[in-house]
Nanobody, 119 residues
Framework: QVQLVVSGGDLVQPGGSLRLSCAASGLAFSTSAMSWYRQAPGKDRELVAVISPAGGTTNYANSVSGGRFTISRDNAKNTVYLQMNSLKPEDTAVYYC???????????WGQGTQVTVSS
């Protein structure tokens, strides 16, 4: 059974930093593209960042590009991370981890973690 366990959400002041983690089990992690999505109240879920299976390719939403957010992965630990710096109130959302096993139709969601940016 595939599990994606997300952790790291918290309440943080504007300008602060957080690191989210998503630990996978039961998943062909090293052959999965991993993504972070977020959903703010009253808004659609949106893609924040994605990383290729080997970690060599990353892409970011325009709203977090420019170095504020960094996605990374450790295939030895079956874990993907989202480092979030210079957080803004508009980054407040529930953040989700998502796995796509490349070459298959297998897709999995982790549970969300709340990130609140407020003074």
């Amino acid at each position: 059974q595939v599990q994606l366990v997300v952790s790291g959400g918290d309440l943080v002041q504007p300008g602060g930093s957080l690191r989210l983690s998503c630990a996978a089990s039961g998943l062909a992690f090293s052959t999965s593209a991993m993504s972070w999505y977020r959903q703010a109240p009253g808004k659609d879920r949106e893609l924040v960042a994605v990383i290729s299976p080997a970690g060599g390719t990353t892409n970011y939403a325009n709203s977090v590009s420019g170095g504020r957010f960094t996605i990374s992965r450790d295939n030895a630990k079956n874990t993907v991370y989202l480092q979030m710096n210079s957080l803004k109130p508009e980054d407040t959302a529930v953040y989700y981890c998502y796995a796509q096993v490349v070459g298959t139709l297998y897709r999995y969601w982790g549970q969300g973690t709340q990130v609140t940016v407020s003074s």
